[in-house]
């Protein structure tokens, strides 16, 4: 067995030699382009970033200009003090029902949704 791995051993050290000649003779490549390519992407990435940073900065001007969106009056009572709103005295009224359509019947409201397509299921009545 130790002539064996005798052996083994000086064919590995004859393979290894050889590929660890071959390893140190390659050199590394150095592309001349590199760097100025680096300094360009900074320069497009910082690019992008200033103009994020505007529109940022812009959209928030907008919004601090836009006007506050108004209440509907018939819902809006205005200011109230804490008071008004516990007190029991007073008759509230009640807005759940305002604006309210009651239709007698289907024929009323009428047939808006007769030409719409049926998508995702069969267009007609199936009979087993």
Same mark, same amino acid.
């Given at each position: ?8 051993? +000086?064919? !590995?050290?004859?393979?290894? %030699? !050889? ?8 050199? =590394? ?14 320069? +497009? ?13 812009? /959209?928030?001007?907008? &919004?601090?200009?836009? #006007? ?5 009056? =018939?819902? *809006? ?12 005295? $007073?008759? +509230? $009224?009640?807005? %759940? ?17 007769? /030409? &719409?397509?049926? $998508?995702? *299921?069969?267009?007609?009545? #199936?009979?087993?």
């Amino acid at each position: 067995m130790g002539l064996v791995m005798g052996f083994i051993n +000086r064919i !590995k050290k004859a393979f290894s %030699s !050889k590929s660890e000649e071959e390893e140190v003779g390659e050199e =590394e490549f150095h592309d001349p382009y590199q760097e100025t390519m680096a300094e360009a992407f900074v320069e +497009r990435q910082q690019s992008v970033i200033d103009d994020a940073m505007n529109e940022l900065e812009s /959209s928030v001007q907008k &919004a601090k200009s836009e #006007i506050a969106p108004k209440a509907a009056s =018939e819902y *809006d009572v205005g200011e109230v003090e804490v008071l008004e709103l516990l007190s029991e005295d $007073e008759d +509230r $009224e009640d807005h %759940s029902e305002m604006n309210v359509i009651e239709h007698l019947s289907v024929e009323e409201i009428g047939g808006h949704l007769d /030409s &719409a397509r049926i $998508e995702g *299921d069969l267009p007609k009545e #199936i009979k087993f």
